[in-house]
């Protein structure tokens, strides 16, 4: 496949850019689906399954960093496990994130839909979420700083909503309500809750790709994960704690829009202010929306230009230089999730992707320290400590969501195995290839 200059993604992202897009991924894990672990761990036996995934994310974000510096590929982990285990290590890598990063805009969509239907019954959740789909991916189509932009102010007030929520609810937190039968199904249930915990910090690695548009990668991305992450986990246990604090945690447990449940507990169903917080609370659910949308094109734009997917999703608009073919074929893909599953499935599955591609980016970073060419520009610290931990963790992530969720795990698998029979029968993975750094 002949790479040219006519299919480069524009460098115009600075360590600002990658801190709203870093937090903007993840933050409406913030504002609802974390609070599903508490349905089946409590809020003790939750907490502890957030710990175990903070250390996990930590150590992996470390290990991340020296693989997107080293390989700055709009394709992330399926470039890193291509060069490291070539393409099969590539498909794997590429299948999961695909799951990931398409499926987890659904979930965000469904919750969007009921954050509005919270302020405006007469509206439908769904119709909410399929205009979601048609407006952000519209914004993305325009341009890739112009999204940026328009990623970090929303990111901004979604911050700063998550912090203004905490200083009103914190006045009425009291420790015995979180505490109170914190861990009712004991330690079985921190690992069933671990796909909830993931949810949380999910999505932060699609960092990774972005990589092709970032000013200066050696110094611009270890600045942008590292901001992101310290904010992120600052964030989440903040809001998870003293919302659990407020009053009776079981009735948060089961529903989309936990935060403004939550208000409304503390100053009335009737206040101005909790409709004035629901509205507000859009923004954070919008900025990881639209992050997604972001990363799942870049995916699917890298997996295409490498041979893996039809070359149409490759090309560039010729006047915004985004990936409109991909925006649309993921946006397809993902109002098909929206109308087939529910918001805990969806999450569950996108953890699926998420944990898998985290063990094979971690194995990925053993393998490339064994090759002489290897020369990245930012070193894990602690190496092979971190790496290890994070490979461990994922596996253990995995292990514990397959057995928890045998029949979606047998959904996540099945497609894994389809999709490698396909390429083996009527593809040819010798074909493939991927654009490394000297490229650009």
């Not at 470039?79 to 890598?93: E, H, R, S, T, V």
């Not at 969806?346 to 290897?374: C, E, K, N, P, W």
Request: proline share 5%; with cysteine; net charge neutral.
């Amino acid at each position: 496949m002949n790479h040219t200059k006519t299919n480069q993604l524009k460098k115009v992202l600075t360590p600002i850019h990658l801190w709203a897009l870093g937090v903007g991924l993840v933050i409406s894990g913030e504002y609802f689906g974390w609070n599903y672990g508490w349905n089946v761990a409590g809020t003790l036996g939750f907490l502890i399954a957030t710990v175990i995934v903070a250390v996990l994310y930590i150590t992996f974000i470390f290990s991340y960093t020296e693989l997107t510096t080293a390989i700055p590929h709009a394709g992330g982990p399926f470039a890193f496990a291509y060069k490291a285990f070539g393409p099969n290590g590539g498909l794997i890598a590429g299948y999961a994130s695909c799951v990931e990063f398409v499926l987890a805009p659904p979930a965000i969509a469904l919750a969007l839909g009921s954050y509005m239907h919270f302020l405006v019954p007469e509206i439908p959740v769904q119709s909410t979420a399929i205009a979601c789909y048609v407006i952000f991916s519209t914004i993305n189509f325009i341009g890739i700083k112009e999204s940026a932009v328009f990623n970090l102010v929303v990111t901004l007030l979604a911050v700063g909503e998550l912090v203004l929520f905490m200083g009103i609810v914190s006045p009425a937190f009291k420790m015995d309500n979180f505490t109170h039968n914190g861990m009712p199904f004991g330690w079985s249930g921190v690992f069933e809750a671990l796909p909830f915990a993931v949810w949380l910090f999910l999505g932060i690695e699609g960092l990774a790709m972005v990589a092709e548009e970032v000013k200066n990668p050696k110094q611009t991305i270890p600045k942008g994960y590292g901001y992101a992450m310290a904010t992120l986990i600052v964030l989440a246990i903040g809001v998870m704690v003293l919302t659990g604090g407020i009053g009776d945690w079981s009735l948060l447990k089961t529903i989309d829009y936990p935060l403004p449940a939550a208000i409304s507990e503390v100053l009335g169903s009737d206040h101005q202010f909790t409709k004035l917080f629901a509205s507000i609370g859009l923004f954070g659910l919008i900025a990881s929306f639209h992050s997604l949308i972001t990363s799942y094109s870049r995916q699917l734009f890298a997996l295409s230009r490498s041979g893996y997917l039809p070359e149409k999703l490759s090309e560039l608009h010729p006047k915004f230089k985004t990936p409109h073919w991909a925006l649309l074929v993921g946006g397809a893909l993902g109002l098909l999730a929206l109308l087939t599953g529910t918001t805990a499935q969806v999450i569950i599955i996108s953890a699926f992707g998420a944990v898998t591609m985290y063990a094979i980016s971690m194995l990925s970073l053993f393998r490339l320290h064994q090759q002489a060419d290897y020369q990245p520009l930012y070193r894990t610290p602690f190496y092979p400590i971190f790496p290890l931990i994070a490979l461990l963790l994922s596996l253990v992530c995995l292990v514990a969501i397959t057995y928890y969720n045998p029949w979606m795990a047998l959904l996540f698998f099945c497609g894994l195995v389809i999709t490698y029979l396909g390429f083996k029968w009527f593809g040819n993975l010798d074909k493939t290839s991927i654009v490394t750094r000297e490229d650009f």
